[in-house]
């Protein structure tokens, strides 16, 4: 079992950053594709961005494309979400989530995932 914990959440103005961090314990992530995902206020959850278990190939929604960058700590169990130039629309419960998966490649799906974190809030201001 791996458990997560995301945070570096907040309340930040339009324009500004944010990193948040997803922590994972009871086992290793190597070997562990690890998404990002988010949800706001009456919509679904929706995929953000994902990286593959060994780190080299990363993915992106449309929506954050050029201002999000995913990336993994191996040694600190660790993964990141780099949020930049941060809009009022980005405004949501941000999730990480893991799976062991067999190919080193990139999943979109939430279904992919079977450990989930508890979510941070992020709050763009305009």
């Known amino acids: 079992q791996v458990q997560l914990v995301e945070s570096g959440g907040g309340l930040v103005q339009a324009g500004g950053s944010l990193r948040l961090s997803c922590l994972a314990s009871?086992?290793?992530?190597?070997?562990?594709?690890v998404g990002w995902f988010r949800q706001a206020p009456g919509k679904e959850r929706e995929f953000v961005a994902a990286i593959s278990w060994s780190g080299g190939s990363t993915y992106y929604s449309d929506s954050v494309k050029g201002r999000f960058t995913i990336s993994r700590d191996g040694p600190k169990n660790t993964g990141y979400l780099q949020m930049n130039s941060l809009k009022p629309e980005d405004t949501a419960v941000y999730y990480c989530a893991a799976a062991q998966k067999a190919y080193n490649a990139i999943y979109t799906g939430s279904h992919e995932y079977a450990y989930w974190g508890r979510g941070t809030q992020v709050t763009v201001s305009s």
């Open positions: 009871g086992r290793t992530l190597s070997h562990h594709a």
